[in-house]
């Protein structure tokens, strides 16, 4: 006889395990489903964030950090260092225990709330009338009846045409974290998020990176004045950036990678790297999960079709995450996850999109919340704008890193914050602040008027509310 749950979650990433946690919370009987495997095979939740995402690239970006401050920036501090080296493999090895202190906590998270974990992969069986069936296949299948479903199954990095991945030479978010050596020419296809952070880690470590990015500008989703900063400075860093470019054929042999490409003028090029990091977006995942077997609905792009409230086409059966519309990120699905739960328990949960942050980790960081400049322009929406540059703030010099600025975007009748943009020292850290203020719909003035802490970075969050009005007062 089927095991039976009140609510079974397909996926343990941020979304899925969130939500199964919160249904927990919520008096529900949950099982969570996931797949990913560990080096020695076993359970490894949370998803592509926890595994080949967003954790073991902040654990390699901050060891890469440490590398450049003593290689460039310690003898500023009166610091001398003798015979500089990076391991690779023991840096390596730091970001695995880093991710696998994760896959820990959240196996810990799902025992303290009651949740049964089954380790494989879900599919739809069929509908009946407790529910769902749904085949566990691992190493003991089983199928599981559950009254609701949450797909929470993630987002796959997408390949180049003609180009897949091999994790050798042509490498996605998963080969990029998994070098074993810094190479000595590392090329990037597309200037996303993944693929920036991983130039920025190996760029520090001492390899020359080429960018090539098809779109005419640079960061295009990023606010205009602060993609142009960053432009600046990470060319100044090395980084090679091409834009316009169009990408032709990509070979491989036992030298690396050649990239035939047509730069913005229409002239044939050749760029030849050691590794080649794709990072052109990514497509969302449902192998496997044999959708068609119940009727569950997806759009052109493979995507699971949900409203606003994360409900599919069936009764009972809900996505969320990079599997559904909206931006991927981790948080994002993590609200969704909340949301859900709340929803089946009966509550109205909420996400808003509009206060959504999205952070680049980058060096500088980038991290932005509401409209850009341009989107404002584009919406006839009258505005004002403040600027702050961290080379004002008394932290920032402190630190020895002055790169960037605070942008405020707000209303210009009634001061409302529509967009907040920075880019500098804990940019990550310091948007938080503004998806606060405007969650709760807080002016300009507002931010202006609370007292900061001096010295701090965040005194440029409010020195970029006072620029609104024009009355900054220390730049």
Known sequence: MNKKFDVIVIGAGPGGYVGAIRAAQLGKTVACIDAWKNSKGGPAPGGTCTNVGCIPSKALLQSSEHFDQASHHFADHGITVNGLAMDVAKMGARKDDVVKQNNNGILYLFKKNKISF??????????????????????????????HIIVATGS?????????????????????????????????????????????????????VT????????????????????QKV??????????????????????????????????????????????????????GLN???????????????????????????WAVGDVVRGPMLAHKAEEEGVVVAERIA???????????????????????????????????????AGTFPFLANGRARALGDTTGMVKMLADATSDEILGVHI???????????????????????????????????????????LAVDKRSLNS
């Not at 070098?179 to 020359?208: D, F, N, Y």
């Not at 949900?306 to 059966?317: F, G």
Request: net charge negative.
């Open 156 to 208: 796959n990095a997408r390949a180049l045409p003609g180009a897949p991945f091999d994790e050798q030479h042509i490498l996605s978010n998963d080969g990029a974290l998994r070098l074993q050596a810094v190479p000595k020419k590392l090329g990037l296809i597309g200037s996303g998020v993944i693929g920036l952070e991983m130039g920025t880690v190996w760029r520090r470590l001492g390899a020359k």
């Open 234 to 287: 990470f060319t100044k860093q090395g980084l090679a950036i091409e834009l316009g470019v169009k990408v032709g054929q990509v070979t491989t042999s036992t030298e690396g990678v050649q990239v035939a490409y047509t730069n913005s003028e229409g002239h044939a090029q050749s760029l030849e790297v050691d590794k080649l990091i794709v990072s052109i977006g990514r497509v969302p995942n449902t192998d």
């Open 211 to 230: 960018i090539l990015e098809a779109l005419p500008t640079f960061l295009s989703a990023v606010d205009v004045q602060i993609a142009a900063e960053a």
């Open 346 to 384: 009966g509550q109205q949960g909420h996400v808003n999109f509009n206060t959504i942050p999205w952070v680049i980790y980058t060096s500088p960081e980038m991290a932005w919340v509401g409209r850009t400049e341009q989107q404002l322009k584009a919406d006839g929406v009258t505005y004002k």
């Open 423 to 465: 880019i500098g020292p804990m940019a990550s850290e310091l948007i938080a602040e503004c998806v606060v203020a405007m969650e709760f719909h807080a002016s300009s003035e507002d931010i202006a008027r609370i007292c900061h802490a001096h010295p701090s970075l965040s005194e440029s969050t409010k020195e970029a509310a």
């Open 291 to 317: 959708p068609q077997a119940v009727g569950l609905a997806l759009d052109e792009r493979g995507a699971i079709v949900v409203d606003n409230e994360c409900r599919t086409n069936l009764a009972n059966v």
């Open 118 to 147: 089954f380790h494989g992969r879900a599919s739809f069986v069929r509908a009946n009338d407790d529910g769902y069936d749904i085949l566990v296949t691992g190493e003991n299948n089983e199928t599981l009846t559950g009254r």
